[in-house]
Structures are given as C-alpha cells and as structure tokens.
Nanobody
Framework: QVQLVESGGGLVQPGGSLRLSCAAS????????IGWFRQAPGKEREGVSC????????YYLDSVKGRFTISRDNAKNTVYLQMNSLKPEDTAVYYC????????????????WGQGTQVTVSS
C-alpha cells in the first residue's frame, strides 16, 4: 500500500526551527520527485519545495529561499524539510506529495499525499 506520512510539526516562536519528515512506504521514493506544499486557513495551497530524483535538483518558493532546505535519506525512504528562521507567515498544514511517475519537479503532479502536519509560528 502506497503511503506518505508527514511528521515533525509543532508550535515554535518566530526565528525558531523545525524539521519535517515525509516517510514513504509501498514504493521507493528515491525514484520520484517529491514536493512539499502547505495550506493556511483562508489561503490557497502553495508549493513550498520540491526535490527531483533525476539529478537531485531542488526548488523553493521565493519566500522560503535561504531558510528552508529539502533533502532525501534514501536508506530511510524519507524526505525532509528543514525549516529555519521561521516566520508567522509560515503557519500552515504542511503536506508532502508525489505522483509515482515524474522524476523532475517541473512536471510533478500531486496525486499521492499524506495527512499533513501542523506548523504554527507564534510569539
């Protein structure tokens, strides 16, 4: 059974850090592009970051560049999102997603996703 399970969210003060995990099962995530996206109350879903499987290229939403880093641990079949210098605007439910097809992030379709993990940045 194909599954993606997000974890690592929580409550943090502005300027703090969190590391989100996306644990894959039922497939080998290293062979596919995997993206992180988020949705905050009253706002549309937006892509945050993506990592390609073909060459490891990474992509970031402009507002998180220099603060967030996406990476893979293939031995653990897990993708991470390290989030530093968090801001209140980062508050959202964060999801990871893939399509079990695309290797390159520009072509990624959000066909499989997890339950999400809540990130709250507040003073």
């Amino acid at each position: 059974q194909v599954q993606l399970v997000e974890s690592g969210g929580g409550l943090v003060q502005p300027g703090g850090s969190l590391r989100l995990s996306c644990a894959a099962s039922g497939f080998t995530s290293r062979y596919y592009a995997i993206g992180w996206f988020r949705q905050a109350p009253g706002k549309e879903r937006e892509g945050v970051s993506c990592i390609s499987s073909s060459d490891g290229s990474t992509y970031y939403l402009d507002s998180v560049k220099g603060r967030f880093t996406i990476s893979r641990d293939n031995a653990k079949n897990t993708v991470y999102l390290q989030m530093n210098s968090l801001k209140p605007e980062d508050t959202a439910v964060y999801y990871c997603a893939t399509d079990l097809d695309t290797r390159n992030c520009p072509d990624l379709r959000l066909e499989y996703w997890g339950q999400g993990t809540q990130v709250t940045v507040s003073s």
